[in-house]
C-alpha cells in the first residue's frame, strides 16, 4: 500500500507538491486569514451603548470612535515606544552582532550564539516579571542606586512626566528596558547574518583605496548592513506594537494598544471596538513592511 502511494507521488510531482503544501495552506487561508478577515468584519459593526449589545450593520462608526484625543494617544504612546526600543536596540546590537561576524573565533562565536539564544530558552512570563522584582523600589537596581548614592538622580528621572512613575517597575522607563531586553536577541541576528555577507574583498578595496577604518565603516560596512538591521527592526518594532503583558505588568494606568484591546473586548466586551483597534497595527505594519522591503530588509531574513 505504502509502495504503491509512494510510486503514485513520484510519477505526479503536482500531486506531492499538493500533499506538502495543502495542510500549511489550509491553515494560512482558514485559521490565520480567516481570523484576520472576521477582526475586519467585526471593526465594521459597532456597540450599542443602550442594550450592550453589538449591531451588525454596516458602518464607519467604531473606526471615527479611534480619532479620539484618548484613542489617539494610545496609538501615538504604543508607536513610540516601539520606535524607542527598535533605535536602541540597533544600538547595542550592532557592536555585538559586528564582533561576532568579523572577530570572534569559531569557539567563541558558538558560546555568543548561545548567549544570544539562551534568554528565549525561557518563560516569557517568566522573564517579564523577574524584571519587574529586578525593577521594583526592593529590588536590585535600586540598591545598586543606593550604594553609589545616586538616590536623587533616579528620583529626578522618575519625575519626568512622560517617562517617569513611582518606581522603575511601574514606569514608561522600565517598560523600555524591558522591552530592549526581551526583542535584543531579535534585532542581533539579522544584523549579524547582514554582517557575514559583506564581502571582505570591499573592505579590502576600500582600504586599499586610501580610506581611513571610519570611512570604510560608514560607506561600505553600514550601507550593506542596512538591510539587516532593518530586518531586526521589524521585529522589535511588531513585537512591541502588539504586546500587552509588558505595559499590563509594569506600565500605569496609561493604556498601550494591546491592553486597550484586551480591555474593550474582555471587560467592556465592545468587540468591534477591540477590533478596530487590532486593525490598527496591522495598517501600521503593513506601511513598515512595504517600506522595509524597498529597503532591501528581506534579503536579510
Excluded at 12 to 28: D, W
Excluded at 31 to 42: K, M
Excluded at 92 to 108: D, G, Q, T
Excluded at 245 to 272: D, E, R, W
Amino acid at each position: 500500500m505504502l509502495q504503491r502511494i509512494s510510486t503514485y507521488l513520484y510519477l505526479r510531482p503536482k500531486a506531492t507538491l499538493a500533499v506538502l503544501l495543502g495542510p500549511p495552506m489550509v491553515y494560512m487561508l482558514v485559521v490565520y486569514l480567516g481570523s484576520l478577515a472576521a477582526l475586519l468584519v467585526n471593526s465594521f459593526f459597532r456597540l450599542d451603548d443602550f442594550t450592550g449589545q453589538v449591531v451588525r450593520q454596516f458602518t464607519f462608526s467604531t473606526y471615527l470612535q479611534l480619532l479620539k484625543p484618548a484613542n489617539l494617544d494610545i496609538f501615538l504612546r504604543t508607536a513610540s515606544m516601539a520606535a524607542a526600543v527598535t533605535v536602541a536596540d540597533a544600538v547595542i546590537a550592532f557592536p555585538l552582532a559586528y564582533y561576532i561576524a568579523k572577530f570572534a573565533s569559531p569557539r567563541l562565536k558558538t558560546w555568543l550564539y548561545l548567549g544570544v539564544m539562551l534568554p528565549l530558552w525561557s518563560s516569557y512570563l517568566v522573564r517579564v516579571y523577574a524584571w519587574k522584582l529586578i525593577l521594583a523600589k526592593e529590588g536590585i537596581v535600586s540598591w545598586f542606586v543606593s550604594l553609589l548614592h545616586l538616590d536623587g538622580a533616579l528620583s529626578w528621572l522618575l519625575h519626568i512626566p512622560a517617562i517617569g512613575g513611582s518606581s522603575l517597575a511601574l514606569s514608561p522607563i522600565g517598560m523600555f528596558i524591558v522591552f530592549c531586553y526581551i526583542w535584543l536577541p531579535y534585532m542581533i541576528l539579522p544584523i549579524q547574518t547582514a554582517l557575514e555577507r559583506v564581502p571582505k574583498s570591499l573592505l579590502e578595496a576600500s582600504s586599499d583605496l586610501g580610506a581611513k577604518p571610519g570611512q570604510t565603516f560608514r560607506s561600505v560596512t553600514l550601507p550593506l548592513a542596512f538591510p539587516g538591521v532593518v530586518a531586526g527592526s521589524i521585529f522589535t518594532f511588531s513585537l512591541t506594537l502588539g504586546d500587552f503583558i509588558v505595559p499590563l505588568s509594569l506600565g500605569n494606568s496609561k493604556f498601550f494598544i494591546g491592553q486597550a484591546v484586551y480591555s474593550h473586548q474582555g471587560t467592556s466586551g465592545n468587540i468591534p471596538l477591540a477590533a478596530a483597534f487590532t486593525m490598527g497595527p496591522i495598517v501600521i505594519m503593513l506601511i513598515y513592511l512595504y517600506i522595509a522591503r524597498r529597503l532591501g530588509a528581506f534579503d536579510a531574513l
